[in-house]
């Protein structure tokens, strides 16, 4: 990285985001829907010919509603009927009545008993599409939202960093011209590739836990596969206790078992002799899953590894880290694209509100300590979700050292009408339930809050279950997301009150009598949108708000436009002016307080999970799965 800023720049920008996946593309909508504009630049093209990322959570859905392309995924997702459920099974097909067994199933990704608990947190409902997909829709609409700024085949080689902003120097690597462009502030969501090292930027948590082959295949499975299980998951002799691999379901157009393209997943011994023998991975994968004359399309194969980790900083000056930049997960609990979508979500409203002068610089100084306290953790959780599966296995009997053979008699002692038989199944019924951690874990993705940052404490305490993965409760505590209560228009539609945070300025929810609380608001010297809780035009006939906010019809709750409470009051103050003015002074102007406690706990977390995920493996592995592009 340069120390100055170079000289020859030949355009100016506001932003420069390095980048064009999720965390990148977001973050560019995020900025164009309040006016700003900006430059994307990907090394790659702009397309993906890997399925990669899938799951989408209701916090994701929410931003994507707000950037324009949630109607899209649903439309092209399956049916809601389709695919809430993760199943485990020996195989799809045998030669024996222990081929093809299913092992037990889970309802997953807000499905089943579900389906209640994830409709109190948040509007809009899980989605599901493959991030190839997902990456042409953000495409689609950062091209339409910055003409000749969303830029393909264009390389970050160098930058230089001031107190004034970021030159990057960058090569078209098409026309092999290398020019400069001068930002006010820089994101850098390439993956890690590249700024990272630019910057010294280090990362701290367990690397090469799983070497990963990918290869894309299309196949028919409709006689086979689960008709209601997105994901299979594979527990034969020849994992030892642990899974040999998974099968996914892609669409597009028809899902279930019914879907033209899968993701079928293997795990190999590193010193396996067919590691670099693409035919024979493939015959292999085709033999796990019990079909070895299946009929399948192989069109390409990728690399990579299970790692959990955090980036130590996540600014650096201007350049702010963001998606796999900042942190990298493995994929169990689907936590990496949606964890990048947050951060897009939360530094996005944050740079167009400092570039337009409504926000100190001072605001921008948050985006780490929120950001980083979540990354830590939904990679720490991931990592533990990543070993949950091997005492399905060890429940059936199956251990390491064990033989094939051996292994297939084990099986069929879990699948005898026997006392130990029965014995078995409870218990491997049981080791599927803790699996709930991984697949009903809305508190993880939608229970976060901010404890340091652009926040004023009340002094309360979190809710009930909040160091849970499952246990979601619904809070206005500050630094939580708003909740979500339906209210009631005159002509009889149902609204959010997470539909109703205004994208730009703060939002003040009141109570029905909003005078005084409106006067302050026009006062004050930033934009506020009030919106009255309760009034003829937004009933709450139950006076669910006020419970679930725990305010009293005069008070007032002050949100981001990234719909985190910054500030809650629970009755009316004596100078609600001068209350409401010192408020956004503190949560716009004023540096955050420092992270409390042990600044390396998360850390020692992360690397406890790591270790006990790489000794329960006993061995590193590759996980092998094919798909059709």
Not at 121 to 129: C, D, M, T
Not at 282 to 293: F, S, W, Y
Not at 505 to 527: N, R
Request: hydrophobic share 40%; charged share 20%.
């Amino acid at each position: 990285m340069s120390d100055d800023p170079q000289p020859g720049v030949v355009e100016e920008t506001p932003v420069l985001i390095v980048g064009g996946g999720p965390a990148g593309l977001t973050t560019a909508l995020e900025l164009a829907r309040r006016g700003i504009d900006g430059i994307v630049i990907d090394r790659r093209g702009f397309t993906s010919h890997f399925p990669r990322a899938h799951l989408l959570n209701v916090r994701t859905m929410e931003t994507f509603h707000d950037v324009g392309i949630a109607d899209q995924i649903y439309a092209e997702g399956p049916p809601e009927h389709e695919w809430h459920r993760v199943a485990w099974y020996t195989s799809l097909a045998g030669p024996t009545p222990l081929h093809g067994r299913r092992i037990g199933a889970l309802p997953a990704w807000g499905g089943g008993a579900d389906r209640e608990r994830y409709e109190q947190a948040s509007p809009r409902r899980f989605g599901n599409l493959p991030q190839l997909r997902v990456d042409a829709l953000l495409w689609e609409r950062a091209h339409e939202a910055w003409p000749g700024g969303v830029r393909p085949r264009t390389e970050l080689v160098d930058l230089a960093i001031d107190d004034a902003g970021a030159t990057a120097t960058v090569t078209d690597l098409d026309e092999g011209r290398t020019y400069r462009i001068r930002c006010r502030y820089l994101v850098a969501a390439d993956g890690g590739r590249t700024c990272g090292d630019l910057l010294g930027v280090t990362v701290s948590g367990p690397r090469a836990l799983v070497d990963i082959i990918t290869v894309f295949v299309s196949a028919d499975l409709s006689e086979h596969a689960d008709p209601g299980a997105l994901l299979t998951y594979l527990v034969r002799p020849e994992g030892e206790g642990g899974l040999v691999g998974g099968l996914l379901a892609l669409g597009p157009g028809r899902w279930g078992a019914h879907s033209p393209q899968w993701t079928m997943g293997m795990f190999l011994d590193p010193d396996d002799p067919i590691g670099h023998d693409n035919d024979a991975l493939v015959q292999r994968a085709k033999d796990l899953i019990g079909l070895p004359d299946l009929d399948a399309q192989v069109h390409s194969i990728s690399h990579w590894q299970y790692e959990g980790v955090v980036a130590d900083r996540f600014r650096v000056g201007p350049v702010f880290l963001a998606g796999d930049a900042a942190h990298r997960h493995p994929p169990t609990g689907g936590l990496g694209l949606n964890t990048a979508v947050g951060d897009a979500a939360n530094l996005g409203w944050k740079l167009a509100a400092v570039l337009k002068g409504e926000a100190g610089e001072e605001l921008l100084d948050s985006y780490e300590p929120e950001r980083r306290q979540v990354a830590i953790r939904n990679v720490e959780h991931s990592l533990r979700n990543a070993g949950r599966h091997t005492p399905i296995g060890v429940a059936m009997g199956l251990r390491k050292g064990i033989t094939v053979d051996e292994g297939w008699a084990e099986i069929g002692v879990w699948a005898s009408d026997t006392e130990e038989g029965a014995r078995r199944r409870a218990a491997v019924a049981d080791a599927i339930a803790h699996n709930a951690e991984d697949f009903s874990q809305l508190n993880i993705e939608a229970g976060f809050g901010y404890e340091v940052g652009a926040v004023i404490s009340d002094g309360t305490r979190p809710p009930a279950g909040h160091d849970t993965a499952t246990e979601f409760t619904s809070t206005a505590r500050p630094g939580h997301h708003v909740p979500h209560v339906w209210l009631h228009t005159p002509a009889g539609e149902r609204v959010s009150t997470s539909d109703l945070v205004a994208a730009e300025g703060m939002t003040l929810f009141v109570g029905p009598d909003a005078d005084q609380w409106s006067a302050a608001a026009t006062s004050a010297a930033d934009p506020i949108t009030v919106i009255a809780v309760g009034a003829d035009d937004l009933r709450d006939p139950d006076g669910t708000w006020l419970a679930v906010c725990e305010i009293e019809p005069s008070g007032a709750l002050l949100v981001r436009p990234d719909r985190h409470v910054a500030w809650r009051v629970p009755t009316l103050p004596a100078d609600p002016t001068a209350a409401l003015a010192a408020a956004l002074n503190t949560v716009l102007r004023t540096a955050p307080a420092a992270v409390p406690g042990d600044p390396l706990a998360g850390l020692k977390g992360i690397a406890e999970a790591g270790e006990a995920l790489r000794v329960g493996r006993a061995r590193e592995a590759r996980l092998f799965t094919v798909v059709e592009s």
